[in-house]
């Protein structure tokens, strides 16, 4: 069974800085891509960090050059590294992996919606 657990969530003032830590168990590092996610009050939750098989990071506008997306494989552990934080930064962060096609074991499309293995979730508050 494929659990992710995030960690590292909290609030910082803007400008500040977090690290965000996904461990995942049951879940092969290296099959699919892995991704993060966040989710504004009220809203659905949005794609804005992928990190493909071959190491290719993809990045939102909203966060490109100030977040880092990493892994670990040895800790079975994805990162999202979080610099220069706004305030419209608040959110509840996921980090995502997808399923994969039952017969040919095709990894579903982080892009396309999945469907995905999600985590608890992480708040991130940013404050001014």
């Known amino acids: 069974q494929v659990q992710l657990a995030e960690s590292g969530g909290g609030s910082v003032q803007a400008g500040g800085s977090l690290k965000l830590s996904c461990v995942a168990s049951?879940?092969?590092?290296?099959?699919?891509?892995m991704g993060w996610y966040r989710q504004f009050p009220g809203r659905e939750r949005v794609l804005f960090s992928t990190?493909?098989?071959?190491?290719?990071?993809w990045y939102s506008d909203s966060v490109k050059g100030r977040f880092t997306i990493s892994v670990d494989r040895a800790k079975n552990t994805l990162y999202l590294e979080m610099n220069s934080l706004k305030t419209e930064d608040t959110a509840v962060y996921f980090c995502a992996a997808p399923t994969q096609r039952q017969g040919n074991g095709a990894c579903y499309s982080l892009q396309e919606g999945g469907p995905n293995y999600w985590g608890q979730g992480a708040q991130v508050t940013v404050s001014s």
């Open positions: 990190l493909s098989t071959d190491g290719t990071a």
């Open positions: 049951g879940y092969i590092f290296g099959v699919c891509e």
